[in-house]
């Protein structure tokens, strides 16, 4: 018998991953394929970082570390968020783990009970439904639409709250959108949250540098709820490091216990020698941050601008990350006289097999009339990704 948990077949594959592989696999075949559909930096990982992993190798940093992390890497999370963010944590409240992701479903896993509500605004990042329903609690999604630039109301977050409602996760910066919350937004939702204190806000900030509002702003600078909110962050975007796998939580000492005892049980420490990157990654230079942050704000103006010329597409201009949302249903129904786009699914799929560009229909997002596109990728592949899809989609009628 061949059957799988329960557990497993609740859970949905990655929508994101399956169109990185189409397009791999249609690149293999000979295709010049355009790849907008992964959220990775396109940088390298600047020197100074692999040269404190190569010394990390050679000084033998090579064996088990402890479960939370070497107590080096969390001082200097502990020092990264005071002097960056002006918040006060202690190492003991600091979790560090095998990429943000991870960080994600250990405090789902830790907090959740089967039957609890975990509000999910939406457009929502793929994995935070699935990971709630891997705790056997239930997604309750919050629309937000592209008129509000993706971002929920305190009166649309109030409806949505239950007595079963145990967690709201925010993600500002924001994936699918690159929407951004101001300090007024979240202490608009804060106010709302303080009258329910069984909720836990899991604020994901993984995005936090890649801003171009000129400020970041985290749910836990308010101290009246500090103490319910577990912040998410990691080396992988800011520092191109996405394959170095660490994150991170800093929350109240008793979720870091339940996480810590979590995790050393499935997968103890993270990797030893990107521990020691990650360290040199908070306490070097931010210069290489401030470089990207600028590159990816430059591509973002070009998408921007590139989109709203295609006919057809309703396009925002995102505040952050760096992906740009574009609403597309004004284009199903329509048809090239071979096939019929019924969906952002099926648009997502012309866009690629016919356009030989690669993009995530809005559907595994939670918001099915609309596409993602990632511009972490160069000048030169955003004007001529952008020009295939116009190409294309002139051909609908």
């Not at 985290?218 to 577990?230: E, G, L, T």
Request: net charge negative; charged share 20%; proline share 6%.
């Amino acid at each position: 018998m061949q059957n799988l948990s329960d557990r497993l077949n609740r859970l949905a594959p990655s929508a994101t991953l399956a169109m990185s592989q189409k397009s791999s696999e249609l690149k293999a075949q000979g295709v010049d394929v355009i790849n907008m559909s992964v959220g990775e930096p396109d940088f390298n990982t600047p020197d100074h970082i692999k040269a404190a992993a190569i010394k990390a190798v050679e000084e033998n940093w090579t064996r088990y570390s402890p479960v939370p992390g070497y107590p080096s890497l969390k001082d200097a999370i502990v020092k990264k968020l005071k002097n960056e963010n002006g918040l006060d944590y202690a190492p003991s409240q600091i979790l560090t783990s095998n990429g943000a992701k991870q960080s994600v479903c250990n405090t789902i896993m830790a907090v959740v009970n089967a039957g609890d509500e975990v509000i999910i605004p939406a457009p929502y990042w793929v994995s935070y439904p699935q990971m709630v329903l891997l705790a056997e609690g239930t997604p309750v999604f919050v629309e937000a639409k592209i008129e509000q630039d993706f971002k929920i109301t305190p009166e649309q977050l109030e409806q949505a709250i239950t007595p079963k409602t145990r967690a709201l996760i925010l993600c500002s910066p924001s994936n699918p959108t690159g929407s951004v919350y101001s300090k007024e937004e979240l202490e608009g939702l804060k106010n709302v949250l303080l009258k329910h204190e069984r909720i836990i806000v899991i604020a994901d900030e993984i995005y936090e540098h890649i801003n171009y509002t000129g400020s970041h702003a985290s749910m836990a600078q308010f101290p009246d709820i500090k103490d319910r909110v577990v912040i998410i962050n990691g080396v992988s975007k800011a520092y191109a490091m996405t394959g170095w796998r660490i994150g991170f939580i800093a929350a109240p000492e008793w979720i870091v216990k339940g996480c810590n005892k979590l995790q050393g049980q499935y997968t103890s420490g993270p990797c030893s020698v990107s521990q020691k990157a990650a360290e040199a990654a908070w306490n070097g230079p931010q210069d290489c941050v401030e470089e990207m942050r600028q590159a990816f704000e430059r591509r973002k103006n070009l998408i921007v601008k590139l989109a709203k010329d295609i006919p057809g597409l309703e396009v925002n201009d995102p505040q952050g990350a760096f992906y740009l949302f574009p609403k597309c249903s004004s284009y199903f129904g329509k048809s090239d006289g071979n096939r019929v786009i019924n969906n952002s699914t099926d648009f997502a799929m012309y866009l690629l097999e016919v356009g030989h560009v690669a993009t995530v229909g809005g559907d595994a997002f939670g918001s099915p009339e609309c596409f993602r596109m990632s511009y972490a990728t160069s000048d030169e592949n955003i004007i001529e990704a952008m020009r295939r899809i116009k190409e294309v989609l002139s051909k609908l009628s």
